[in-house]
């Protein structure tokens, strides 16, 4: 088994990565969680596979299993979501020990972790990803949160603020089972691979090579290369975390391209994945890297033809209007007295925090990645 200790004084957990994890899952948690309840949040989709396979191995190691399902869209990781899974942790009873363990996606893992961050003050909370993206990104580091609606933007339409209302809140053990990515589509697969380039964009340029390298082993889902990516790009998230736990500074390199994919990421007529937005949010920060003097244009078409290797989006399939996005950009969780804070990537590897980018040329980088000027 891998193993990825994240050491944060009293809120240290570690990572376990292994092929089969699932049926071992009531002896692990059991190591962290005292009280024989514990809820499990699962989305909906894998409730009757994953989801009864967890189930039984938590009653084989003597919990009393609640089980809340909820289904995962953008949509629905909402201030109503976690209504409901406070009346479900009242239902069961769940007291300050009972942990809540979320199964599932990235949305799973950041609207449970919300709801356990925030009952009773606070329950153990167990993540269990299910997808690559939460495997490598969204259930390590403790940001947990649901999406609330902004005001209205410059042309009266109203969209999703992502992960506005939110906290931090550290698991007590992460379970990456890396075998229940066979059945996720291929689709929500390739949307995890943008986080893993964002990882080698931000820290290890090795990473970037693997990528390219095992392209068709990664494509084919090859379990032994599979765990190798997820464990390559979780140290990266994890040693990250360790260095800045509430994104005071460096952590905020892992925004790398989401301050550019939040907004687009809501926009329904868009249909992106959280990954698709990524991949197209860093091809607009890798724009405005070239366009600050940041990057040369052969970085750009390598890391582009590396996105698109992988099944990923490069540009807007539609053009969505300039001043809007912009608008929403200034929500932003980084805006600070008022200006866009953006991570741009680095000549020879890494990213660095720039504030006071030209407004100019954060719409020309919108319209390289295919955003319309004119809207
Ligand atoms: N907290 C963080 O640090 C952090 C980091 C990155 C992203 N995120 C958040 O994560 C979310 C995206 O997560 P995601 O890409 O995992 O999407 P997701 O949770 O929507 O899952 C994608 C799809 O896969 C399905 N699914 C999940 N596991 C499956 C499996 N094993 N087999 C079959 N189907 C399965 C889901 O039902 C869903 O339809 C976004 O809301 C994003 O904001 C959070």
Redesign the pocket.
Same mark, same amino acid.
């Given at each position: 088994m891998r193993t990825i200790e994240i050491n944060l004084a009293d809120r240290s957990y570690s990572i376990l990565i292994e092929s089969g994890l699932l049926t071992r899952a009531g002896e692990l948690v059991r190591q962290v969680a005292a009280s024989d309840r514990a809820l499990l949040v699962v989305?909906s989709?894998?409730a009757s596979s994953?989801g009864a396979l967890v189930g039984r191995a938590l009653e084989q190691a003597g919990f009393r299993i609640a089980i809340h399902e909820f289904k995962?869209e953008?949509t629905g990781?909402s201030l109503e979501a976690m209504r409901n899974i406070y009346a479900a942790l009242l239902a069961a009873k769940m007291e300050r020990s009972s942990p809540v363990i979320a199964l =599932? #996606?990235?949305?799973? =893992?950041?609207v449970a972790g919300f709801a356990a961050a925030t009952y009773l003050r606070g329950v153990p909370l167990i993540q269990i990803p299910? $997808?690559l *993206?939460?495997m490598v990104?969204?259930s390590i =580091?403790g940001? $947990?949160g649901v999406n609330y609606p902004l005001p209205p933007g410059p042309d009266g339409q109203v969209t999703l603020g992502?992960?506005l209302i939110g906290s931090f809140w550290q698991p007590r053990m992460v379970l990456t089972d890396p075998s229940? *990515?066979l $059945? *996720?589509?291929s689709r929500?697969f390739r949307? #995890?691979l943008a986080?893993c380039v964002k990882h080698g964009m931000i820290a290890d340029a090795s990473l970037l090579d693997f990528l390219t390298t095992h392209k068709d082993k990664i494509a084919a889902l090859d379990l032994g290369v599979l765990t190798d990516l997820i464990e390559r790009s979780a140290r990266i998230k994890a040693s990250i975390v360790m260095e800045d736990e509430t994104e005071a500074d460096r952590r905020a390199l892992l925004n790398l391209g989401h301050t550019f994919a939040h907004v687009i990421e809501p926009i329904a007529a868009l249909d992106l994945?959280? =990954?698709e937005a990524v991949s197209i949010g860093l091809c607009a920060a890798i724009a405005c890297s070239i366009l600050t003097g940041r990057l040369a244009e052969t970085d750009q078409i390598r890391l582009r033809e590396l996105l698109e290797s992988l099944g990923l989006p490069v540009r807007l399939a539609n053009p969505v209007s300039i001043p809007t996005l912009i608008s929403a950009m200034r929500y932003d969780k980084k805006v600070s007295g008022g200006q866009i804070r953006l991570i741009l990537p680095t000549r020879g590897g890494g990213a660095e925090i720039v504030e006071g980018v030209e407004e100019s040329l954060i719409a020309q980088a919108w319209a390289d990645v295919g955003a319309d000027p004119e809207g």
């Open positions: 989305d989709q894998i994953h995962a953008e990781k =599932g #996606g990235g949305i799973v =893992g950041d299910t $997808t *993206l939460a990104d969204a =580091g940001k $947990t992502k992960n229940t *990515l $059945t *996720l589509a929500d949307s #995890g986080e994945r959280h =990954g």
